[in-house]
């Protein structure tokens, strides 16, 4: 039979740069054809040869409560009907607004936008626009879109500064931008010792989920958070990925820390085009219509994109859901480090709420570097093997996963077994 993924990623390569539009997808890190997706619903989709997967990637974790919920799909079939979008202000967009800062006690007012890059790259712009300052602080690992300033590697030692990670982005462009190591508290003390005054902001995911599931300690974490405070520097929680994901109030409800801006996307949007950034009214007040620090969107609070949020929101605010989501994704790694550890294969992994993360080692990295040294080939294996077995995971090492309230436990039995098999054959 001819395959039809294989047929598809030909047509595409001749009208798309590498026959995707996020490299992720074109399976470059694991090798083969990416597949096709066709249609979706509840925990599994379905690609171009009909072929069922049980997803978990989740459109990369918006999709908390599964695929086609029903009540997300009738709110989002009615908006449909009322227009597709006015570029003009909505109700709707108030009641988003007011929900999500109903559960995000740090922030005061938000402002909705269309992606992850664009709360990032806007919420950078507010920080500098703030404090009036130019050097920002970011750790090797964490991934907060595509803006230019964001795409930088570390300097060659602690005083200098970052170095573009992409070609079209000059290195004048990202001399402001300080990149340390994650969870590396004497680097972090030295950084402020030495640019304290000059340094808008500190951003960061608290749970990485960009170099696969790595969480800050609570140590470091609390100490970002005071260095913020006593230098005058902003401290941004990056929770494109883990707001809404991690637990009802975000990473920094499990933390325990207040930042002051907070950058939200995926789950606020159930899956269609929606970020959002926010925090104090003082702060907030600096964007323009009312401050100096401009910022604008022609598809910004959607009303299609903005009834599928809120849609969402109202059920994974019900009673229970986080406690049974985590204990469904706890149930999924610890069955795959129980089925590693039987085949004697190297084998971590964490979670917290419907993330979740593992590694072909023995220890749970803390940074970056450590999280390079996993074995590709071996991941790769794996990957293919569940993919053959009808499991999608990420298609890439240093990528988290995402549990919906959809997946059943057949669907966590199924993938320990998977997995314990292609183990048994390695």
Same mark, same amino acid.
């Given at each position: ?11 595409? %390569? ?10 992720? %997808?074109? $399976? ?16 599994? $989709? ?8 049980? @997803? ?54 938000? %402002? #909705? ?14 920080? +500098?626009?703030?404090? !009036? ?17 964001? #795409?930088? *590697? ?6 200098? $500064? ?35 005054? @000059? ?22 974490a609390k100490r970002c958070r005071e ?20 637990? #009802? ?31 104090? +009214? ?7 219509p009312l401050g100096p620090v401009y ?22 605010? *019900? ?7 985590? *204990? ?18 190297? $084998? ?8 979740? !993360? ?27 093997? #569940?993919?053959? %077995? ?20 057949? @669907? ?15």
């Amino acid at each position: 039979m001819t395959d039809q993924n294989d047929l598809l990623f030909e047509r595409a %390569r001749a009208v798309i740069p590498g026959g995707v539009n996020s490299p992720v %997808r074109a $399976f470059k890190a694991v090798g083969g054809t990416p597949r096709f997706i066709q249609r979706a619903q509840g925990a599994y $989709f379905w690609d171009a040869n009909d072929k069922r997967y049980i @997803d978990y990637i989740g459109s990369w974790g918006p999709m908390i409560l599964g695929h086609g919920h029903p009540a997300v799909v009738e709110a989002v079939q009615k908006a449909v009907l009322e227009g597709f979008s006015y570029g003009a202000p909505t109700e709707r967009e108030i009641e988003l607004a007011e929900a999500i800062l109903a559960l995000v006690p740090s922030m005061e007012m938000v %402002r #909705l936008v269309s992606s992850g890059t664009e709360a990032a790259m806007s919420a950078l712009r507010l920080a +500098r626009g703030a404090t !009036g300052r130019k050097t920002i602080v970011k750790f090797e690992g964490c991934y907060h879109g595509h803006a230019d300033a964001l #795409l930088v *590697k570390a300097g060659s030692g602690l005083a200098t $500064f970052g170095n573009p990670t992409s070609a079209g982005v000059p290195p004048e462009v990202v001399q402001h931008t300080l990149v340390l190591e994650y969870n590396n508290l004497q680097q972090l003390e030295e950084a402020f010792a030495l640019h304290g005054k @000059d340094i808008a902001c500190l951003m960061i995911e608290a749970i990485a989920g960009n170099m696969n599931f790595v969480r800050a300690t609570p140590e470091f974490a609390k100490r970002c958070r005071e260095l913020c405070t006593q230098h005058g520097a902003l401290l941004i929680f990056d929770e494109v990925m883990t707001g809404f994901r991690v637990g #009802l109030h975000g990473a920094q409800g499990v933390l325990g820390i207040t930042p002051d801006l907070t950058v939200l996307g995926k789950v606020i949007g159930g899956g269609m085009p929606l970020a959002a950034f926010g925090g104090p +009214r003082a702060i907030m007040e600096q964007l323009a219509p009312l401050g100096p620090v401009y910022q604008a969107g022609t598809l910004s609070g959607n009303p299609v994109a903005t009834a599928c949020g809120l849609a969402t929101l109202k059920e994974i605010s *019900k009673p229970g859901f986080y406690e049974a989501l985590a *204990k469904k994704t706890r149930t999924l790694v610890d069955g795959l480090k129980a089925a590693a550890a039987a085949e004697g294969q190297p $084998f971590n992994a964490d979670s917290e709420g419907g993330m979740f !993360g593992f590694f072909l080692m023995n220890e749970l990295p803390q940074n970056y570097a450590t999280v390079m040294t996993t074995d590709n080939a071996q991941f790769n294996a794996l990957f293919h093997g #569940l993919l053959d %077995r009808g499991v999608y995971i990420a298609p890439a090492l240093y990528e988290a996963g995402f549990v919906s309230a959809a997946h059943s436990e057949d @669907d966590i039995a199924a993938t320990i077994e998977a997995a314990r098999d292609i183990f048994s054959k390695r």
